[in-house]
């Protein structure tokens, strides 16, 4: 079992940058895959970036390449996702994910993760 918080959603401008935060719970935490979606109203829920439980292997969506950096902090049991050169177009609300099956390279549909938080709101202004 696994329990996901995130925090550190907000309002920022476009080419601003902000960093949002998942804080996990539970045994199978250390072991799982980990990823950031997001869900801008009328769209489906889209990958945005995974990482491993070892930290090793990352991948993220075209659409954040070169702008977005996830990791993670076993010891504080904590995800991030830090986020330059916003852009209009990120405004989602952003979920964190656990695929806690004990796959090693993060996948980017839904399908594949188990758990989920509540989501945090991040709005890019032009």
């Known amino acids: 079992q696994v329990q996901l918080v995130e925090s550190g959603g907000g309002a920022v401008q476009a080419g601003g940058s902000l960093r949002i935060s998942c804080a996990a719970s539970?045994?199978?935490?250390?072991?799982?895959?980990l990823g950031w979606f997001r869900q801008a109203p009328g769209k489906e829920r889209a990958f945005v970036a995974g990482?491993?439980?070892?930290?090793?292997?990352?991948r993220y969506a075209d659409s954040v390449q070169g702008r977005f950096t996830v990791s993670r902090d076993n010891a504080k049991n904590t995800m991030y996702l830090h986020m330059n050169s916003l852009k209009p177009e990120d405004t989602a609300v952003y979920y964190c994910a656990a695929d806690s099956s004990g796959r090693f390279d993060p996948e980017q549909q839904t399908s594949f993760y188990n758990y989920w938080g509540r989501g945090t709101q991040v709005t890019v202004s032009s």
């Open positions: 539970g045994r199978a935490w250390n072991r799982s895959i």
């Open positions: 990482i491993g439980w070892g930290s090793a292997i990352t």
